[in-house]
């Protein structure tokens, strides 16, 4: 039987639903919440539908990179240097260029792209046979824009990397239960933990916030109710803020698995942001972790 990651998914009915399947994925490539449509019809794009900061990026130039989708039934290579040279007029500079299609895989095509001297640093072309393989990677992707191809069998994995992959207002949040849930997939929350008495939390780093006094806070992944994993937080001056537990009380470290969490559970109070919250406490986040 043909599953997603051996069968090409069909192709998307209108340019706009192609742009919308082609900004998810690249949210998720890119590593940035932050990618943007650029402009709509009519207006001037530059050859570039969409737009971001990709995480590979950081540093290089404007850290811009822009895609162009395009949803045809041909393509030639005059087209695809047409297209490129319309993205040099983007501002910033764009220091990477993507050619997202519709069409087969077509070696012309792609040694055109890769033989080419461009004016951006790097250009490339992605076929549907590409971008189906990609989409596979995601389930809530294949949910959100392919029901019909969702593997309805959830692991462990599967709900930790959806967790990686969303994005703070991907969840709605009920501060009478203290439920994030992801808007998605019902199925899927963090709930923080309600004891009738909290514990006290003490390490040095606390007393950095004008309210010195913090307790433990141990938030819970669960899919239709059942509890797969534990993560440990401490609720800091006054509860504004839920900050991961540090490597420990003298190595002020967490990873960015737990910093993109807290992002999450913290997105709901408005005016008190995690990354406040981290500086205070002189709290880093080591990607080595």
């Given at each position: ?9 069909p192709?998307?009915?209108?340019w ?8 998810d ?33 950081r ?7 822009g895609?162009?989708?395009?949803r ?20 910033p ?25 461009w ?53 709605v ?12 997939d ?28 913090a307790?433990c ?20 001056d ?7 537990y ?18 999450i559970?913290?997105?709901h109070?408005?005016g008190?942001?995690i990354?406040h ?13």
């Amino acid at each position: 039987m043909p599953t997603p990651a051996t069968t090409d998914l069909p192709i998307p009915k209108s340019w706009d639903e192609f742009e919308d399947i082609s900004a998810d994925l690249l949210m998720r490539k890119w590593r940035d919440p932050y990618v943007i449509r650029n402009g709509r019809t009519g207006q001037k794009q530059n050859g570039v539908d969409i737009y971001g900061k990709p995480a590979h990026l950081r540093g290089v130039g404007a850290e811009l990179a822009g895609a162009q989708c395009k949803r045809v039934e041909s393509m030639t290579e005059e087209q695809v240097r047409a297209e490129v040279e319309s993205a040099l007029g983007f501002e910033p500079k764009l220091e990477e260029y993507l050619l997202l299609t519709s069409l087969k895989r077509d070696a012309t095509l792609q040694k055109f792209v890769r033989t080419t001297t461009w004016k951006i640093d790097r250009v490339e072309i992605f076929f549907w046979e590409d971008l189906s393989l990609q989409i596979t990677e995601y389930n809530e992707l294949l949910k959100k824009h392919f029901p019909g191809w969702f593997k309805q069998t959830t692991s462990k994995g599967n709900l930790i990397q959806a967790l990686v992959t969303s994005n703070p207002d991907d969840y709605v949040y009920d501060d009478s239960t203290g439920v994030h849930l992801l808007q998605s997939d019902v199925g899927f929350s963090l709930r923080l933990d309600r004891p009738e008495e909290y514990q006290t939390f003490e390490e040095p780093w606390v007393s950095n916030f004008p309210d010195k006094n913090a307790s433990c806070q141990e938030v819970y992944l669960e899919y239709n109710g059942a509890r797969i994993e534990t993560f440990f937080f401490a609720s800091v001056d006054g509860a504004r803020y839920l900050v991961p537990y540090p490597k420990s009380a003298t190595d002020l470290r967490i990873s960015r698995f737990h910093y993109h969490l807290a992002r999450i559970l913290n997105a709901h109070s408005i005016g008190y942001d995690i990354d406040h919250a981290l500086a205070i406490a002189r709290i880093e986040i080591d990607p080595s972790l």
